[in-house]
């Protein structure tokens, strides 16, 4: 799948004036994360259930 096809969004928690963030996109089978700034730089294509552990493990950060 490529970028373009996919649906990205950032955090609620990311500020408005062009701050460091990332932005996710999630399909059925995978998680991709992107640099918000640079988003023509590839990104990470991460498994669902990694993807899972770790927001877990960052949410109880």
Same mark, same amino acid.
């Given at each position: ?9 950032? &955090? ?5 004036? =062009?701050? /460091?963030?990332?932005?996710?996109? +999630? ?12 988003? &023509? ?5 991460? =498994?669902? /259930?990694?993807?899972?552990?770790? +927001? ?6």
């Amino acid at each position: 799948m490529s970028a373009t096809e996919l649906t990205w969004f950032k &955090s609620s928690h990311s500020g408005t004036q =062009g701050d /460091d963030c990332v932005e996710v996109a +999630v399909t059925e089978q995978t998680a991709y994360v992107r640099d918000s700034k640079n988003t &023509s730089r590839p990104g990470l294509a991460i =498994g669902r /259930d990694d993807w899972s552990r770790f +927001v877990r493990y960052a949410g109880n950060g």
